[in-house]
């Protein structure tokens, strides 16, 4: 008798939590992040460097669903991971040839998967002036990379005109701003154009709670920070967290300082900066030769900047440029756009 009491409540108990499971899930909109986390396998993340795989392996495995009406979400964690990819820069591929290997690719840039329904919605936003030959590579490599984890995104060029000093930040708020009108995007990816990811388990999402740097370990560094608070090369921000910071400062022309702005003002702004694990945050810079090597420790030139005076008075709420066109290609949108140009301290 004592022990059929004791069944009866552990039954009674067992069908309280599951209860309160369900309504868990069903508040939180389905696959929550909650939810997810029971789900979702421990990753097996491969890091032997001297086994690298081709970038476009297995994504032939993606075909295309019958129908939407049927189709799944896609899977917590991607069947076609492999970890290392093979880069190169030797040769240098034509847009024809980028295009065909990426038959799912829709004008514009965007994609998503052919046989699921994607979990998440990625901006890839890249500053840009007349850098054709590193647009191509990046394009190559970059495209079959978040092909292998089944993103919905598009790729968007920020491209600057005039005779001004590059504005990199500028840019990328502009390509923000520009970005959020075509979709409620779940990670803004901010991407230098010469940096190419060297492993797919480097997820290009964006942390929950804080903005994320994912180039942790470039070659060009020997796959160190070249300094504690350095934030450049490839970043992930929320909306929230972008605009929280009042985005990127305008106000850097010309190679600045404008990484330890962004680091400053991500501080300022009651957040920290989370980091990719140096195993899986590995870049390969294009074009780089040892011989101009840049000495260790190595730092930008300090900023003439008071971040903590400016940063709530330079960012997105005082962006100013002017649309020149807006054109979808086949494997990216070109935003073109004249930023102006204020000398710097002038």
């Avoid at 490599?141 to 500028?170: C, E, M």
């Avoid at 990484?259 to 140096?278: C, F």
Wanted: aromatic fraction near 14%; glycine fraction near 6%.
């Amino acid at each position: 008798m004592f022990l059929s009491r004791m069944e009866n409540h552990c039954f009674l108990l067992f069908v309280f939590v599951f209860q309160a499971v369900f309504i868990l899930i069903l508040y939180r909109g389905g696959p929550s992040r909650v939810f997810r986390g029971f789900v979702e396998a421990p990753q097996v993340v491969v890091v032997d460097y001297s086994k690298p795989h081709d970038v476009y392996t297995n994504l032939s495995l993606f075909t295309r669903a019958p129908s939407e009406d049927t189709m799944p979400y896609c899977s917590a964690q991607s069947p076609v991971l492999v970890g290392p990819l093979s880069i190169t820069f030797k040769v240098l591929p034509s847009e024809r040839m980028i295009i065909k290997r990426n038959p799912f690719v829709q004008s514009g840039g965007h994609y998503k998967p052919p046989h699921c329904f994607a979990r998440y919605k990625s901006a890839i936003l890249v500053a840009y002036r007349n850098q054709e030959k590193k647009l191509r590579h990046l394009l190559y490599y970059i495209h079959p990379f978040l092909q292998r984890q089944q993103l919905s995104y598009t790729i968007y060029l920020i491209q600057q005109v005039g005779t001004g000093s590059f504005n990199r930040a500028k840019l990328l708020n502009v390509g923000v701003r520009e970005a959020m009108k075509d979709e409620e995007w779940d990670c803004l990816v901010l991407h230098d154009i010469d940096l190419v990811p060297e492993n797919d388990y480097n997820l290009y999402i964006c942390d929950e709670y804080y903005p994320k740097h994912m180039a942790s370990a470039i070659d060009k560094f020997q796959y160190t920070l070249p300094y504690k608070s350095f934030f450049g090369g490839v970043s992930a921000l929320t909306p929230e967290h972008y605009m929280k910071m009042n985005g990127f400062p305008n106000t850097y022309w010309g190679d600045g300082g404008e990484n330890d702005d962004i680091a400053t003002r991500i501080h300022l702004a009651g957040m920290k900066i989370v980091r990719t694990s140096p195993h899986l945050g590995r870049y390969r810079v294009m074009d780089y030769k040892e011989e101009t090597e840049i000495p260790d420790p190595w730092r930008r030139p300090p900023s003439q900047h008071n971040t903590r005076k400016t940063w709530k008075a330079d960012g997105m709420n005082t962006l100013q440029f002017r649309l020149l066109s807006r054109t979808k290609h086949p494997l990216y949108t070109k935003i073109t756009v004249d930023i102006g140009y204020v000398p710097p301290f002038s």
